[in-house]
């Protein structure tokens, strides 16, 4: 198992550009989140998916961040206009059930520098 | 939501010794999970805990669910390089979103 890839690794833009962050989760996996984590504020919850449909998006900072998930192995996260205060690590995570039962599997993050 | 709160914040520990984190509530948890992040990775699943009073051991760590199921602890025996990294507890809101708490980072001196 490949576990749940993120790309890019690293992504560095000038503010006012466009953002798209990418995941693919562990198949079989009914579940996606995507999660920021800053110094300041830890780990956050963004939004997560349920069988490919937004559940929750109430994390999701402003209207600037939208999320997609088309298919079951594929979701972005998008930022347009992107902001210094967006710089951070993104991370997508799967989970077999719900977050409330089933662990979260992590990917390596996308470390977001918006300058 | 509820809050989960970690202390301490940070733990510098002498290799060899021991050390426990902790997990803290105001309301009763359903369940909470610990996640262990190495510094410049992702946080990685550890243990999940249920049932009041339960505990758990995982090699030198041993995880601790409150009777109260309010609170809960790991500690970490003979404190290794290897130990070092940021320990989150994450619980379930009354949403049944999974917050996490703001970590203890542990520093092991050799």
């Known amino acids: 198992d490949a576990g749940v890839i993120q790309s890019p690794r690293h992504e560095v833009t000038e503010m006012g550009q466009e953002v798209t962050l990418r995941c693919k989760p562990i198949s079989g996996h009914d579940y996606l989140f995507w999660y920021r984590q800053t110094m300041m504020r830890g780990l956050e919850l963004l939004i997560y998916?349920?069988?490919?449909?937004?559940?929750?998006d109430s994390g999701m900072p402003e209207d600037r961040f939208s999320a997609k998930m088309p298919n079951a192995s594929f979701s972005t996260l998008k930022i347009q206009p992107s902001e210094p205060r967006d710089s951070a690590v993104y991370f997508c995570?799967?989970?077999?059930?719900?977050?409330?039962?089933?662990?979260?599997?992590f990917g390596n993050g996308t470390r977001l520098t918006v300058t | 939501g509820q809050q989960v709160m970690q202390i301490p914040q940070y733990q510098h520990v002498q290799e060899g010794e021991d050390f426990t984190t902790y997990c803290n509530s105001s309301?009763?948890?359903?369940?909470i999970q610990w996640y262990k992040q190495r510094p410049g990775g992702h946080p990685v699943f550890l243990i999940q805990?249920?049932?009041?009073?339960e505990v758990k051991k995982q090699k030198r760590l041993t995880f601790q669910f409150g009777e109260a199921k309010k609170n809960s602890s790991l500690h970490i025996t003979a404190t290794q390089t290897t130990d070092v990294g940021t320990y989150f507890c994450?619980?379930?809101?009354?949403?049944?979103?999974?917050?996490f708490g703001a970590g203890t980072q542990v520093v092991v001196t050799p």
């Open positions: 805990l249920v049932k009041s009073g």
């Open positions: 995570a799967s989970s077999l059930a719900g977050q409330a039962t089933s662990p979260l599997h």
């Open positions: 994450a619980a379930t809101d009354s949403w049944g979103k999974l917050q």
């Open positions: 998916f349920n069988n490919n449909v937004p559940i929750d």
């Open positions: 309301t009763t948890l359903s369940n």
